[in-house]
């Protein structure tokens, strides 16, 4: 059986991305910074979080008593909704490295395009936003800089005045909702794509043909689910509570979907949506 291998993706200015990271959100919640101990000590080095999540305190605290170098880490954060804006954008990095402990990020984010869906003024929100993502590039405090949740139009307001391009888009991407005019209009602009809600939480994970085709393969469900999204090309960064089932996502580079099943599962009808748009 062919073994995929790619464990990491290139950047377009050459920044090597794991491709699978931890999901934070709300991985802190009840047990305080005990589940990122734990998905440090099975393995991930990749810990994705957001200054909305609430966590980057107990985050940069457990990397901190890890012992792990910081080097060694690839650490995403994102500006959230009410924090976008030239010097607020500024601000927010600043706050987000304090609490990670650090003093800079390997991903820095766009949460979302817009501050709220009636925004009338969002390009310009959202351009003065970017403006302040290259400067902290182009500073040396960021290593790579994208967007999440933005659609094609959202990026154009960004291209339009960039001089640095995003390099990441985090958008909602699994097993019957794969966004596929988004990810299209990313890969013409080099643009790496990764899934956040990889598994569907859990409504794609449960479907019936999901877990029978999980069975033909021999693996788990979602890391099928997992192992589907990077072999189409996408980072991933699924969430887990348990050690097992943070080992088992880890372990999906070594079978491969046959073209057939691949085809199938691009075409099945629209399942999983989480509901959240960046428009509606």
Known sequence: MIKMEQKTFQLQNGVLLPAIGFG?????????????ADALE???RYLDTASF????TEIGEAVKESGIPRGELFLASKVWKDEMGYEETKEAFEKSCER??????????????KRT?????????LKDTWRAMEELYEAGRIRAIGVSNCLPHHLEVI???AKVKPMVDQLELHVGYLQLAAVNYCREHDILVQAWSPLGRRRVLEEPVVVSLAKKYQVTPAQFLLGFLHQEGFSVIPKA?????????QQIFDFALSEEDKYFLECLPQMGWSGEHPDL
């Open 241 to 249: 509570s348990a050690k097992e089932r943070m080992i088992s996502n």
């Open 100 to 113: 990670l402990q650090t003093d800079y990020l390997d991903l820095y984010l766009v949460h979302w395009p």
């Open 117 to 125: 869906q009636e925004d009338k003024d969002w390009k310009i929100c």
């Open 53 to 56: 999540y609430g966590n980057e």
């Open 24 to 36: 934070t959100y709300k991985a802190t919640d009840g047990n305080g910074k005990q589940s990122i």
């Open 42 to 44: 099975t393995g991930y």
């Open 159 to 161: 291209l339009e005045d």
